[in-house]
């Protein structure tokens, strides 16, 4: 018997067949079930399950393998885009390392030339 509940009064609810606890005001099992895929409700109401697969033969080995083609092709595009990327990456890394030791080698020449202004050490002194 299907039991009215107020959308409060649903918390409250008994427990359903499945083991459950309803949290709807109506038992939705009984108001759709062909439409379910939901095995345990099918077996309730000895329902076979509306599907096509019945219908439908597997599909050949040439669509098999058209479709494994498309994916293979898909992923081809998305490697090729990526590779792209990566190389546009390595071209600016590369551009900023040579920027990088042209720097250096005019911090090092300009270190050189103060190095060369500075006065000679004085002789160590000898204490007596």
Known sequence: MI???TVAGAAQA???????????????RYVNHTASTN???????KVRPSTIAGCMDAPSTTDQIA???ER???RH????????????QVAALTQERDSLKSRLSAARA???ALLERLPPAPPPKDSE
Do not use: C, K, W, Y
Request: hydrophobic share 50%.
């Open 3 to 5: 039991r009215p509940l």
């Open 14 to 28: 008994g427990r359903t067949m499945f083991g459950g606890t309803s949290l709807l005001p109506v038992e939705l």
């Open 39 to 45: 095995s345990l409700i099918l077996r309730a109401f």
């Open 67 to 69: 479709e494994r083609v």
């Open 72 to 74: 293979l092709l898909l």
């Open 77 to 88: 595009a998305e490697l090729q885009r990526t590779n792209a990327l990566l190389a546009a």
């Open 110 to 112: 300009r270190v050189d």
